[in-house]
């Protein structure tokens, strides 16, 4: 029984259920962080209000994108299209440690979150792309949402609506986007690689054309 419950663990994808609990997680903390600063119902949230969220975002790439990584070797299922999976963690890792050592200045708060935005749709791309090779899932649905992702993430870029817009609309891409890495984690753990996989799908095919 421990030695089942152990295999089943190790085929889960940790690597997209660590990106899922990134995104989701950052979603509640730009959402509930007081867009002006102050403190607000949650004292994890900044006092200074979305830019200290953006100050605390190179330690949130630096944790989960380490996590990822090592989430993605653990994992026995095949990697997202090959090596995309542990790269997109070590891009999120770099990035967060030479954001923490050599700060660039943003003076837009809404462009930072746009361009975290524009990396997790592209990163929820793959999975759909992943998701259709493998035939695991609805891979249409995952490609539109990541299309969603990448249309919110473009208009927060424009800072229209102040700091309210740019709270909306940033947690608004970070939750698109945990939802489209959760439906990935679910839906591809355990999953053959491709080949096997469109193997089986056929088998099955042939067996429900035959009953």
Same mark, same amino acid.
Do not use: C, H
């Given at each position: 029984?421990?030695?089942?419950?152990?295999?089943?663990?190790?085929?889960?994808?940790?690597?997209?259920?660590?990106? !899922?609990?990134?995104?989701?997680?950052?979603?509640?903390?730009?959402?509930?962080?007081?867009?002006?600063?102050?403190?607000?119902?949650?004292?994890?949230?900044?006092?200074?209000g979305l830019?200290?969220?953006?100050?605390?975002?190179?330690? +949130?790439?630096?944790?989960?994108?380490?996590?990822?990584?090592?989430?993605?070797?653990?994992?026995?299922?095949?990697?997202?299209?090959? =090596?995309?999976?542990?790269?997109?963690?070590?891009?999120? =890792?770099?990035?967060?440690?030479?954001?923490?050592?050599?700060?660039?200045? +943003?003076?837009?708060?809404?462009?930072?979150w746009a361009?975290?935005?524009? =990396?997790?749709?592209?990163?929820?791309? =793959?999975?759909?792309?992943?998701?259709?090779?493998?035939?695991?899932?609805?891979?249409?649905?995952?490609?539109?949402?990541?299309?969603?992702?990448?249309?919110?993430?473009?208009?927060?870029?424009?800072?229209?609506?102040?700091?309210?817009?740019?709270?909306?609309?940033?947690?608004?891409?970070?939750?698109?986007?945990?939802?489209? +890495?959760?439906?990935?984690?679910?839906?591809?753990?355990?999953?053959?690689? !491709?080949?096997?996989?469109?193997?089986?799908?056929?088998?099955?095919?042939?067996?429900? !054309?035959? !009953?």
């Amino acid at each position: 029984m421990k030695d089942l419950i152990v295999r089943r663990l190790l085929r889960v994808k940790w690597g997209l259920a660590v990106m !899922a609990v990134f995104s989701l997680f950052l979603s509640f903390y730009v959402y509930v962080t007081p867009a002006q600063g102050g403190t607000g119902m949650f004292m994890i949230t900044p006092t200074n209000g979305l830019e200290g969220t953006i100050e605390q975002l190179p330690w +949130f790439l630096i944790v989960f994108g380490a996590l990822a990584f090592i989430g993605s070797v653990v994992s026995k299922s095949t990697w997202v299209l090959g =090596f995309v999976e542990p790269v997109m963690a070590l891009i999120m =890792f770099v990035v967060g440690f030479w954001e923490l050592f050599f700060p660039y200045d +943003f003076t837009v708060v809404s462009q930072t979150w746009a361009v975290v935005g524009v =990396f997790l749709s592209f990163y929820v791309m =793959f999975i759909a792309l992943e998701i259709d090779r493998k035939r695991a899932g609805v891979w249409s649905a995952v490609l539109v949402l990541a299309a969603a992702i990448f249309i919110v993430s473009f208009v927060n870029l424009f800072n229209f609506a102040g700091d309210a817009g740019t709270q909306a609309l940033s947690a608004l891409e970070l939750f698109l986007a945990g939802l489209g +890495f959760l439906y990935g984690a679910v839906r591809l753990t355990g999953v053959a690689p !491709a080949r096997r996989a469109r193997r089986e799908r056929w088998v099955k095919d042939l067996e429900s !054309a035959a !009953a």
